[in-house]
């Protein structure tokens, strides 16, 4: 068989970077679990016309069909793109086993055809909060999310030496109601354009506006000038009314977004900004929005984002809206990793070799592995009975810090980093307690 290839948008860990991966994604879970979400897990594929329902994203679904379908046949399946459609339909299916408000965390691959680059991929692993109750979502749940997801990242980076996080928050509200406001009739169609000015700049932005949603040029300034206030507090909502235009609901979306920005500022200073650009191009967005940066690493683009969303999932006589955050871990993470910042102290959990002195011997050395692990040491049996010397070169190269000679009525342990070696038993040695597990830190 011939060397693969390697497939562009399908980054593969190797397992050092595993275990830094699992170690991020426990402290994920801890955090969520901390503040009393649950877990849920859904399943990959989702029906094409549900996903195509999420906006700019339909283009970019896989979709998935069995090879011996007629040509003719159309798939009718898709792969998810992101959690929070197919936790949609979850809620729809389980409401009637579920207690509302419904407080869940997910943590799984999504599948996206995108056009792979730095921070974009076509298969990555999110971890989702999300708070949903029916009828109606008290506006509270809009600041708690944001503060337990900046909650996550804090810990990352104390623990662990994550950079920085910087969270941009608006309000769909807020600028819809403005554009309302303008006499515009579709806001949607200038959500979306607006919320490329990142990418593409204000002069396209302009002709974007005056020309594909057929705005005025006064109108089109005005927009632009509400996507130009970004602050950190709740000034933002002064600058706003000193553009001078008037909408109910544009004045819902100034409160609102005050809510979150003054919670935050309380709470984890620094880490949010009012920043009136932010709009989310998926259609089911309704209110708040978020979108967070890594600091230091601008072209990764977005590493946690999300929004309120009120008719995402409904049956036709109840509604579960709902309110919820993603972390991009492996957009987080890859670059990380590429560079070396932060990394695991070993590139396996094993944290003793018990050496093999014949092949006739190996039942005996198996033996003290077993009892090395029942009282939870990561312990693995050498695979060939080689010279002493070949075995410690063997637990170096697998970054094993300790090897074990002897049996059961006791034997002696070598610190293959420093050289130092003594008796031990099996029934009472044990390797300093920041040793048993891989440690991850920032290099």
Known sequence: ???????????????????????????????????????????????????????????????????????????????????????????????????????RYQIQKVWRGERPQEGRYR??????????????????HDVEVALVTLAALERLHDELGLPPVLMRVSDRRLAQGFYLGLDIEDPTDVLRIVDKLDKIGPDAVRDLLTGEAGLSAAQADSCLRLAEINTADESFADRVAGLGVKHDQLEVGVERLAEVVRAASRYVPGRLVADLKIARGLDYYTGTVYETEL????????????????????DGKTSYPGVGLSIGVTRLLVPLLAEGKITASRSVPTVILVAVDAEETRDTAIAVAERLRRRGISAEVAPKADK????????????????????????EVKDVRSGDQGPADPDSWRPAEEELRPSVGRS
Not at 19 to 37: A, C, K, P, S, W
Not at 127 to 136: K, L, P, Y
Not at 304 to 310: A, C, I, L, N, T
Request: charged residues 25%; glycine residues 10%; hydrophobic residues 35%.
């Open 1 to 103: 068989m011939s060397r693969p290839k390697p497939l562009s948008g399908f980054p593969e860990f190797t397992p050092s970077q595993r275990i830094v991966e699992q170690h991020v994604l426990d402290r994920l879970r801890e955090t969520f679990e901390l503040h009393g979400f649950g877990s849920v897990e859904t399943r990959s594929v989702e029906p094409i016309d549900r996903l195509a329902k999420g906006g700019e994203i339909d283009k970019e679904v896989y979709a998935v069909r069995r090879l011996s379908a007629p040509p003719e046949a159309k798939a009718d399946l898709g792969l998810h793109f992101d959690l929070t459609v197919p936790f949609a339909r979850y809620v729809l299916e389980h409401a009637h086993a579920l207690q509302f408000p419904f407080r």
């Open 295 to 314: 600091v230091g690493y601008p072209n990764l683009g977005s590493i946690s984002s999300g929004g309120r969303y009120e008719s995402l999932a409904s």
């Open 388 to 411: 002493f010397g070949k075995q410690i070169r063997h637990a170096d190269r697998r970054g094993i810090p300790y090897v074990w000679f002897g049996g059961l009525d006791g034997g």
């Open 123 to 140: 298969e990555f692993t999110q971890a989702d909060i999300d708070i949903v109750d029916t009828g109606e979502l008290a506006a509270h």
